[in-house]
């Protein structure tokens, strides 16, 4: 591996995201009165919470975007959104239309609903001037978000790979972007790194090895036996050690091995040659992986760890930080979400990704529906109160732990 060694534990959020969308872009496109009245039907008037009318600074990597007042014609007071303060309350959602997004659709202009299932992929792309869905749930390495604790969780996993360490150990909370992070990884690796990829591995002794020949590209006869099965194994690792190749078997989901077959991986760390390993284990879980391993039964396997990191959910700056990323790598010119409705998000994601993606999704497909240009307050308000946003809570908050 040719790349540097690893990244330095005082990396910060990169300056073209903390610089993200000056003000001189920032004015959002708000559409006319009558567009407004016309793409919209009548509903129950609302604002975002005033600010005290100071100039707003920048914050927590972007700056704030003034909102688009939801109004009737006849209201003339006007509201603004204002930068987050750390001494104020978080939002909290309420039901101030009460008028779900199916309603509010009544009478829109023909969108990309309306369009044959083949342009589906472009449900708002359009509106907001997007190269494509900014917000998706599916692990993309090219949307990475190099926050502070995804730069030391890399540095961890480069860094046991690297001084051939016998087990890495990498753990975080359901939708942290462990997944997005392995794939960013398998992606840079050298043409000499071998890379068995196993993911939710389950079964008895002998499938588990199955599982790690398969995953190897190596046949694996269903009427061998245990013993033909490792000698075949043991033989691979050998062959590629001597054609100065080095093997990487990466376990995803590891939490859901038991105890025999984390076992009978530690087994497998003892095929080395002289002072060499011909065999390196990434495992990547959840929490309760931390937990197992640290159990009494699995001491042996736990001093075989030399490279570890728990990867915690991002703080309300860092939420901040990652929905300006992600709409910047979509091609937005401007951030869309105001300061507040960003705010929201993180309150009720608790600042896990995948939930962030979730929420910001349906939070823009509210907002085309409402032939609005920005995604303010009310649009998030809307879519908790009705229920669709259905992500569950994490089970904790977690602070990161590198060893």
Known sequence: MSRRFFKSFDSVIPLDVVNIFRSSDSAPCQPTGSETRKALPARATSTENSGTGNKPPEASGFLSVRSIPEKEPSLEKKHIDTVHQTNQKPYMPSNRSGIPVAKSMEGARESSYTKPMNSTIEIYTQHFELKERPFTLLPDPDFLFWSPAHQRAFTMLEYGTLTGAPITLITGEVGAGKTTLLHHFLKNLDENVKVGLISNAHGSRGELLRWVLMALDQPADNSATY???????????????????????????AQNLSQESLEELRMFTNINANKDELLQLVLV????????????????????????FHLKTMDESTTLAYIGHRLKKAGAHRNLFTESASRLIHENTHG????????????????????????????????????????????????????
């Open 227 to 253: 013993v033909d099965l490792f000698d075949q194994f043991q033989e691979y690792l050998i062959g590629e050690y001597a054609a100065g190749n080095r093997v990487i078997l990466i376990f995803d989901e």
């Open 285 to 308: 879980g959840q929490p309760e992986l931390r937990e197992i391993v640290q159990q009494p039964e699995l001491r042996q396997f736990a001093q075989r760890v030399a490279s570890s």
């Open 352 to 403: 896990v990704p995948r939930l962030v993606n979730q929420l910001c999704d349906l939070s823009m497909v509210y907002a085309f529906a409402k032939n609005q240009k920005t995604v303010t307050l009310l649009t998030v308000e809307q879519v908790l109160s009705d229920g669709a946003f259905f992500g569950a809570s994490p089970a904790g908050q977690n602070d990161e732990t590198a060893t």
